[in-house]
């Protein structure tokens, strides 16, 4: 195991490590991000070609968007400090021969390592569960190489957002478990614009991510009031 840094909420791990027998079953606890999987990954290949470069996946669970980022050609990296998600990812991509190198550490201490090493550095739903989501920020941008592109995915905060995201998603309509968000670790988007600036980024663009709960679908486009997703791009010449 790597040095694990401190950037690591205990309680967080513990509740994801938890779902580590949940990972690959598309219809139980963690089915939502299946679902949204298809709309992550075509976001990032409308910004960022992946065939034939080197990816990284920071906080990369039990490996489902990984996979599919490997599945178009991607040369993947998935970091988490959860053992037993990464267990669960390194069962499914054998299981499958699927192509996926899986380290148990931090991103600052891989950006220690090996900075400016990957072409494209995705981090989806995990700023929201760390202590100190700037840190992250700051470490993609060292592990990107200039010119390459940096993507998040993560929960806007305010009352609306509380609403759909808590009350609508874990109570309401169970579309995850209860108790997966803390809205006061929630980020606006002006926060993650502004961590991404003082990291030397250029902001490129933010969708909002949508449920309808009639139709069962998510989608994306329109508004960040609530899940939403956002790309950087670390600038060719120093900032």
Not at 203 to 227: C, D, I, K, Q, W
Request: a positive charge.
């Amino acid at each position: 195991m790597e040095n694990h840094g401190a950037n690591v909420d205990p309680v967080e791990l513990s509740k994801f490590s938890s779902l580590a027998d949940h990972w690959w079953d598309r219809g139980g606890a963690l089915k939502a991000l299946h679902d949204i999987n298809p709309l992550r990954l075509s976001y990032i290949l409308a910004h960022a070609g992946v065939n034939g470069k080197r990816v990284l996946d920071v906080g990369c669970g039990g490996g489902i968007l990984a996979e599919a980022l490997a599945e178009k050609g991607a040369v993947v990296t998935g970091i988490d400090m959860s053992g037993a998600a990464l267990a669960a990812a390194k069962q499914h991509s054998v299981q499958f021969g699927r192509r996926v190198e899986y380290r148990q550490l931090t991103a600052e201490s891989l950006a220690t390592q090996a900075p400016a090493s990957f072409e494209v550095v995705v981090c989806m739903e995990l700023l929201e569960h760390v202590p100190s989501p700037p840190r992250i920020v700051r470490a993609c941008r060292e592990l990107v190489r200039p010119g390459g592109h940096i993507f998040f995915a993560t929960l806007n905060r305010n009352p609306k957002s509380f609403l759909f995201a808590i009350i609508g998603a874990e109570y309401l309509l169970r579309l995850v478990s209860k108790g997966t968000h803390s809205y006061t670790k929630f980020v606006t988007p002006r926060e993650l614009k502004q961590w991404g600036r003082t990291s030397g980024l250029t902001f490129e663009s933010a969708t909002g991510m949508h449920y309808n709960p009639l139709m069962r679908r998510y989608s994306l486009g329109g508004n960040v009031h609530v899940n939403y997703l956002m790309c950087f791009k670390r600038p060719t010449a120093p900032r």
